[in-house]
């Protein structure tokens, strides 16, 4: 019984977060995941996001400076662009000179699972120049 419980409440997580393209934090997921599961906990969320983050299917950014983690449910390889004035975490797609680095040639490296980048600045909303 406990089994099918995580795994729905595993799928509502994934749901919220494969239809946000906003990176919501634990927090934002948990008010998303209690219209349809009106007893879940927090806690139960972080414990389900990390099983999804070790397993690789979720993705968690840790803002540079501070705040809470963003997490991403999106499957396809991409780097993020972080606005400094309004917070947004845009999806841009990682530049091609770097998707063909290839990395294991580096003497100590064996395999790599993901290149993230993570590039921040003003995003087109808020405009003017990076705060520093
Ligand atoms: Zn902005
Ligand atoms: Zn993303």
């Known amino acids: 019984m406990k089994k099918t419980r995580n795994t729905r409440q595993r799928g509502v997580i994934l749901d919220i ?42 993705r968690e950014i840790r803002p540079s400076e501070g705040g809470s983690s963003r997490f991403d449910g999106a499957d396809t390889p991409h780097a993020h662009f972080h606005c400094v004035h309004c917070n947004a975490l845009l999806d841009i797609r990682i530049p091609p000179p770097l998707e063909s680095v290839r990395f294991e040639e580096e003497e100590r490296i064996s395999a790599v699972s993901l290149v993230d ?3 921040i600045g003003s995003c087109t909303g808020c405009g003017g120049a990076a705060a520093h």
């Open 117 to 119: 980048l993570h590039v």
């Open 17 to 58: 977060l494969r239809e946000s393209h906003e990176h919501p934090t634990a927090e934002i997921i948990y008010r998303e995941a209690r219209r349809v599961l009106p007893n879940i906990s927090l806690g139960t969320i972080y414990r389900n996001l990390n099983f999804l983050r070790d397993q690789g299917t979720v």
